[in-house]
């Protein structure tokens, strides 16, 4: 398969754990309660540095954010460490790393007072914004009123710089006049079974298992041209977790590599042959993956798929199962779709 160099990273999210206090359906990454590991100290301080002089700022100005520009620190719920989350912030401040940001789902936003803090002290520690999650698998785990507390405290601490992904959402709950935790089903009996309403859902990592049921399903030729989007290699949007891998954008359980090396992962690339996994998704050849496959066994499931990601991820789970993969890191991340 040859090698491949991989781009420098212009904007990235330093995942501090997978560790989260939900378990949405839709999570990417497979986060849950069940994780443990975080990062230390020490790694964040190594992983900072090698991305200091990479990371470019929004095109509006170092102070300013947006969702696939500069850094951001995300998880699971970095608020769950928040010392840690705090000293990650200002060691990206001393090393003037540009347009940073924390994503929350804002499960700690309690009471007014203890959210001001929170959020004061990181502005002080140098982040210079926030992402504040609203969709209704959130909902299920974090009441809506602290949501709602969260991004108005933020808007005044981070103001502009205060991101709320999706707003649709978050218009719809309060025209709803939702306030506490919502289990979906009550939430789709709400919306007359209308789970997404046009608004941008990726169907992948847990989704790919969890939502099944609201999709219709394809055989594999049906996605085999189509492309991935975003593309897996690329130099924006990359993310960087605890274990030490190069996670492609939105793949979970995809490394590009361990990011210690990412200097000479750039400088030399990537040997494919080493790793034929990534081979194939890189050369977007998934009808070479499902052979591939099929020679540890795979069968493809007679009813079909609801994404292409959910047959990659589908592929990928079964070969974790069958062999070690270097490509395919964290090995837990498959048991906890
Ligand atoms: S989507 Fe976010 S809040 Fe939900 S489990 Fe994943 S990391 Fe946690
Ligand atoms: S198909 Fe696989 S490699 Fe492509 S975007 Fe989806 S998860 Fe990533």
Known sequence: MGKIKLPQPISAGLMLSYQCNANCHHCMYACSPRWKDWISEEEIKLLLTILAEKIEPNPSGKSSVSLNCGLHFTGGEPFLNFDLLLKAVQMARQLDIPSTFVETNCYWC?????????????????????LISVNPFYLEYVPFERTERCIKIASEVFAYNTMVYQQEYYYRFKELG??????????????????VKNVELFLMGRASYKLQKFYTKHPPDYF????????????????????????????????LGNWHDLDRLCKQGLDLDEQPVLGFLIKQDFAGLIDYSRNFGYEVPREGYIS???????IRRYLTTKQEFKELKPNEFYSQL
């Open 308 to 314: 292409k990601c959910h047959l990659c991820v589908d």
């Open 178 to 195: 939702i306030k506490a935790r919502l289990p979906l089903e009550e939430y789709l009996k709400l919306e007359q079974g209308d789970l």
């Open 224 to 255: 085999l041209n189509e492309p991935c989007l975003p593309p897996l290699v690329r130099n924006w949007h990359n993310h960087f977790d605890n274990y030490g891998n190069w996670i492609p954008g939105y793949c979970g359980g995809i490394s």
């Open 110 to 130: 309690l009471d007014n007072t203890g959210t001001k803090q929170k959020l004061e002290a990181l502005k002080e520690g140098g982040l210079q914004g926030i």
